[in-house]
Nanobody, 123 residues
Framework: QVQLVETGGGSVQAGGSLRLSCATS????????MAWFRQAPGKEREGVAA????????YYAASVKGRFTVSRDSAKNTVYLQMNSLKREDTAMYYC????????????????WGQGTQVTVSS
């Protein structure tokens, strides 16, 4: 059974940076894709970034491309989301998710989720 624990959220001013971590445990070797999603109040959960386990290919939402970087440290069983040049519209609860495949932006294709970590960006 795979478990995910996110850390690293907090409050930051616009233009600042944060690094989120997703510590994984359990049978993660079979998970083909790890992703970060976010959900702001009153909005749907949206895919932010994803990294594929074997190909190491990465994908980003248009709204974060060039500002966010997803990476994975297999030795530490941890997935990261480096967020730079943060904007107020990045404010949301951020979730780590693990899945076997499908469409990386589709939340329903992920079977395991963390509890989330709050990111608040103020101007």
């Amino acid at each position: 059974q795979v478990q995910l624990v996110e850390t690293g959220g907090g409050s930051v001013q616009a233009g600042g940076s944060l690094r989120l971590s997703c510590a994984t445990s359990g049978s993660t070797y079979s998970m083909n894709v790890m992703a970060w999603f976010r959900q702001a109040p009153g909005k749907e959960r949206e895919g932010v970034a994803a990294i594929y386990t074997f190909s190491r290919n990465t994908y980003y939402a248009a709204s974060v491309k060039g500002r966010f970087t997803v990476s994975r440290d297999s030795a530490k069983n941890t997935v990261y989301l480096q967020m730079n040049s943060l904007k107020r519209e990045d404010t949301a609860m951020y979730y780590c998710a693990a899945g076997y495949g499908g469409t990386w932006t589709r939340a329903a294709d992920y079977g395991t989720w963390g509890q989330g970590t709050q990111v608040t960006v103020s101007s």
